[in-house]
């Protein structure tokens, strides 16, 4: 049977403000903003994408600042961790640069044979760092982050979950996922296509569920390559009684939606039409871009989102 999920997509959380979201990663962490647009569910509010130069699937960072939303709680059926791949010997880099930002880390800790720190943005979202070797990816440097240190794309996600049993046979039987490790109450799957990208489960490390907000994640995606595959897996889910939904047209790719076994929101994302149809990959994220059904009201939502300055410098 053919491979209908090829890794990871984006992973989406949420934020309290815009400009403050944007320091943190295209200037503290040196991702690139692919894309500023609007939540197409209630345009007043931002939609960012960070990740490489251009946006590959696996890359992919994104946010909806929400001004007024209060903070969220870490907990039971949520994405608890985001972790990022950086080369083998990178790490020193990286503590001296969260130190100088005032932004705290636990010191190096290994798992599955890899070093890695944990730290949070400045919404409380919780991220890792991994040092990771053979990572082929191409990264967005810049000239404050060499090429040799940059973020490559996720290393994985963490959820935390009561059981993995039921998750577990939902990655391996429809999403194209292995398991091929455990460590204590984790469980660690990886994509059947070999792309960089884990996914653990841990079930011991929080009794009580988490709650929506600032600083949690909302859901993670998965890549699928065409819009036929995905239909195909769809199709899939809903005779499993996964409840689907429709596929919807987010612009830069095409998405459904269902919520897996555990709790945690699932989407699987197409890889195209990406970032760049509607503006140059020289120029990505540099101006507001709205969907089409939206564009006639632009200057009512211009006048509601927060200003924001892309100008690093004082992180360089
Ligand atoms: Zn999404």
Redesign the pocket.
Known sequence: MSTLITGMH?V?AMASGAQSNLDFYTGVLGLRLLKQTVNFDAPDVYHFYYGNEVGDPGTIM?FFPFAQMARGRKGRSQTVRTSFSVPEGALEFWMERLRRFGIGFTQPEERFNEQFIYFEDWDGLGLELVAHAGDTRQPFSRPFIPESVAIRGFHHVELSERVYEATEELLVNMLDYDFVGESGARRRYAPRTGSTGFLDLVWDAHPDFGSGGTGTVH?I?FDTASEEDQLILRERLLRRKVFTTQVLD?QYFK?IYFREPGGVLF?V?TSGPGFAWDEPVAALGQELKLPPWVEAQRAAIEAQLEQINQDMTKYA
Do not use: L, P, V, Y
């Open positions: 984006h989406t994104t859901h995606a987010r998405s989407e994302a």
